[in-house]
């Protein structure tokens, strides 16, 4: 009965591993695979109006041998080039090789379905609209490959996602794919500013703006005349929202597209925050809630309108120096029941993450024999600038922590340029300055103003601060400065050898020349007095 129909949306992960003969195949033989799609044998399943589109990921390049022996080449189709998640190690072909869990499949499977909807990449063929009660549909004439497969299906019992993966038996070129259930999913990314790359992680100044967004697609919602779709995402103390709504309706501090098209905030979607009650690394954190008009999100586009989602935060004084970074997550809450759109009739996602990061530098202010001569004896006074890369390049502006002492650094922070801001960092008794809050970068540190007595050491200092790592298990970076384990910048000053006066080269000719004239002087008055003696 068509009253107990429900809807699902589907995305699924499909592979096709070729049949090989005794002989190369030719490239011609490399084409005419099927895929075909039906529903499960029970439960009330059918595909009417349903459509797949299919992405071939990896090509099949050629077939060596026969059976289940055979040897398979592939090659990563050029759409898919620029796909590379930190968890793949740079080598996708190389990944599905390997032995992968069902949990592995899934998140991969996400993933690329962001990067198909974050690059617009076209699908190799799709299949033709379902008739009313199909069970099955299928794609014909592919070339032989590794897919990814995506479409929408009917169902009897539960409206969630599906994710199948499994493999194509090429002896007749032949697969078939039965949907299995799984959840709806959403993809959270962060933009790193060196390449503009949507990732799972980046690292900032603090007081920088750190740029995140949110991926997902409309599902199908046969029989609901509203649908709760409710995005929970949830921040660390470290990071600080940008919203200015409710202030100035020009400050909507997100901005939601269903295909291109900008949805309203407080007509389309709502938002809410609060202090989150979640404890670990969210600690202090906030929660943000972003509703979408149940009425308003059932009359979208199924399986073909993608929702992105924008926002930024700022990185606040309050951000764990490197380590394993701060943290910003995300699940999806979503209705299940078409006939019970009520608060108990919603599942939810996995949680997505991604991690913001930023780094810590010291510096150490010393005279003694030579620059050789560590730890020599600390000097105070010293004020230096620090330059995001060249020298001539901009200033890095901070706020100073604490002012150190006779053992203690002084600490500082990055921040934005300001009227609290200083360009300035100022060695205290312990020749110690720490600044936290430093972004992967090159910079230059230049020495201003010496200490009393102190020749001042103009040269240019490059530094060099590498993300080198992010440890997959724990998530702790690891970062190096000049190519090495974060050390002490150490910055020598010998001894003044010239007065202290204006001048240079010059005083010192100058002082010469004085002292010679005084001997002449000195000279004449002798010469002077002995010829007027002998004339008396």
């Known amino acids: 009965m068509n009253s107990f129909k429900k809807v699902l949306a589907a995305a699924l992960s499909l592979m096709m591993l070729m049949s090989l003969i005794a002989v190369p195949v030719l490239a011609e033989d490399l084409t005419g695979g099927s895929i075909t799609i039906k529903v499960p044998d029970s439960g009330g399943w059918t595909l009417t109006g349903a459509e797949f589109y299919v992405y071939r990921v990896l090509n099949v390049t050629g077939i060596h041998g026969e059976g289940k022996d055979a040897?398979?080449?592939?090659?990563?189709?050029?759409?898919?080039?620029?796909?590379?998640?930190?968890?793949?190690?740079?080598?996708?072909?190389?990944?599905?090789?390997?032995?992968?869990?069902?949990?592995?499949?899934?998140?991969?499977?996400?993933?690329?379905?962001?990067?198909?909807?974050?690059?617009?990449?076209?699908?190799?063929?799709?299949?033709?609209?379902?008739?009313?009660?199909?069970?099955?549909?299928?794609?014909?004439?592919?070339?032989?490959?590794?897919?990814?497969?995506?479409?929408?299906?009917?169902?009897?019992?539960?409206?969630?996602?599906?994710?199948?993966?499994c493999a194509l038996d090429t002896t007749t070129k032949d697969m078939v794919v039965t949907l299995k259930l799984d959840a709806p999913s959403i993809n959270k990314k962060v933009l790193y500013h060196i390449n503009d790359n949507w990732q799972d992680w980046t690292d900032v100044n603090i007081d920088d703006q750190v740029d995140f967004r949110h991926i997902s697609s409309v599902p199908v919602m046969l029989g609901y005349d509203q649908y709760r779709f409710i995005v929970h995402d949830t921040m660390s103390a470290g990071l600080t929202l940008i919203d200015g709504w409710g202030e100035s309706d020009d400050a909507n501090g997100f901005s939601v597209e269903v295909n291109n098209?900008?949805?309203?905030?407080?007509?389309?979607?709502?938002?809410?925050?609060?202090?989150?009650?979640?404890?670990?690394?969210?600690?202090?954190?906030?929660?943000?809630?972003?509703?979408?008009?149940?009425?308003?999100?059932?009359?979208?586009?199924?399986?073909?309108?993608?929702?992105?989602?924008?926002?930024?935060?700022?990185?606040?004084?309050?951000?764990?120096?490197?380590?394993?970074?701060?943290?910003?997550?995300?699940?999806?809450?979503?209705?299940?029941?078409p006939y019970n759109t009520g608060e108990g009739e919603t599942g939810k996602t996995p949680e997505d993450e991604v991690r913001v990061y930023t780094f810590k530098l010291d510096i150490y202010k010393f005279t003694g024999e030579s620059e050789f001569d560590i730890p020599g004896t600390p000097l105070a006074g010293a004020k230096f600038e620090l330059l995001k890369?060249?020298?001539?390049?901009?200033?890095?502006?901070?706020?100073?922590?604490?002012?150190?002492?006779?053992?203690?650094?002084?600490?500082?922070?990055?921040?934005?340029?300001?009227?609290?801001?200083?360009?300035?960092?100022?060695?205290?008794?312990?020749?110690?300055?720490?600044?936290?809050?430093?972004?992967?970068?090159?910079?230059?540190?230049?020495?201003?103003?010496?200490?009393?007595?102190?020749?001042?050491?103009?040269?240019?200092?490059?530094?060099?601060?590498?993300?080198?790592?992010?440890?997959?298990?724990?998530?702790?970076?690891?970062?190096?400065?000049?190519?090495?384990?974060?050390?002490?910048?150490?910055?020598?000053?010998?001894a003044g050898q010239q007065f202290p006066s204006t001048g240079g080269v010059g005083r010192t000719i100058f002082i010469a020349i004085g002292v010679a004239l005084m001997g002449g002087a000195i000279v004449a008055l002798v010469v002077r007095r002995r010829f007027t003696v002998n004339n008396i």
Do not use: C
């Open 261 to 337: 098209s900008t949805l309203v905030r407080d007509v389309h979607y709502s938002v809410t925050t609060a202090a989150t009650a979640a404890g670990g690394e969210y600690s202090g954190g906030t929660e943000i809630t972003i509703t979408f008009d149940p009425a308003y999100f059932v009359t979208l586009t199924p399986g073909k309108d993608n929702i992105i989602i924008n926002y930024s935060a700022i990185l606040n004084e309050n951000a764990v120096i490197a380590d394993v970074g701060n943290p910003n997550k995300v699940y999806l809450e979503y209705s299940r029941n």
């Open 389 to 494: 890369g060249e020298p001539g390049s901009e200033k890095v502006h901070f706020i100073l922590i604490s002012a150190g002492s006779e053992t203690d650094p002084a600490q500082y922070r990055t921040a934005a340029p300001s009227d609290a801001a200083t360009t300035e960092l100022l060695s205290p008794e312990s020749g110690l300055i720490g600044i936290i809050g430093l972004d992967d970068s090159i910079y230059s540190l230049i020495e201003k103003v010496a200490p009393s007595g102190f020749n001042p050491d103009t040269t240019p200092r490059q530094i060099t601060i590498t993300n080198e790592e992010i440890n997959p298990v724990n998530n702790v970076v690891t970062y190096k400065i000049n190519g090495n384990a974060p050390a002490n910048i150490n910055f020598y000053n010998g």
């Open 71 to 165: 040897d398979v080449t592939y090659a990563v189709n050029s759409d898919f080039a620029a796909f590379n998640p930190s968890y793949i190690g740079g080598d996708l072909k190389a990944y599905l090789e390997g032995s992968r869990t069902g949990a592995e499949m899934t998140r991969m499977t996400a993933d690329l379905w962001a990067y198909i909807v974050n690059n617009t990449v076209l699908p190799t063929a799709s299949s033709p609209s379902a008739e009313q009660g199909a069970t099955s549909v299928t794609i014909n004439n592919l070339p032989l490959g590794y897919y990814l497969v995506y479409g929408h299906a009917i169902h009897g019992e539960d409206t969630p996602y599906v994710v199948a993966a």
